[in-house]
């Protein structure tokens, strides 16, 4: 069964920082795009920040230089690292996979994970 089992968030308050991760599970994901999304209360999911399969990177404006998306060599494990954190990043963020990278920014992906609150305080 293929899974994706996301890890790492929690409350900060402003300025703070948290690590996300994503472990896949019964699949080899080294050929898809690999993506961090999120949701805030009233908001529609929104993509967060990507890496394809030969590792390029893309960021949504508002995270641009504060966060970073990373995998591991062996492409099992996903990471968000998160810094200098506001009250706007707070959203249930989820992590996702894809063959097509495109189609994660529009909120579409073949697996997703189940959520990983963040919230970030004042």
């Known amino acids: 069964q293929v899974q994706l089992v996301e890890s790492g968030g929690g409350s900060v308050q402003s300025g703070g920082s948290l690590r996300l991760s994503c472990e896949a599970f019964g699949n080899t994901f080294s050929t898809y795009c690999m993506g961090w999304l999120r949701q805030a209360p009233g908001k529609e999911r929104e993509g967060v920040a990507t890496i394809d399969s030969d590792g390029a990177t893309d960021y949504v404006a508002s995270v641009k230089d504060r966060f970073t998306i990373s995998q591991d060599n062996a492409k099992t494990t996903l990471y968000l690292q998160m810094n200098h954190l506001t009250p706007e990043d707070t959203a249930v963020y989820y992590c996702?996979?894809?063959?097509?990278?495109?189609?994660?920014?529009?909120?579409?992906?073949?697996?997703w994970g189940q959520g990983t609150q963040v919230t970030v305080s004042s």
């Open positions: 996702a996979a894809d063959r097509v990278g495109p189609r994660l920014w529009l909120g579409h992906a073949n697996y």
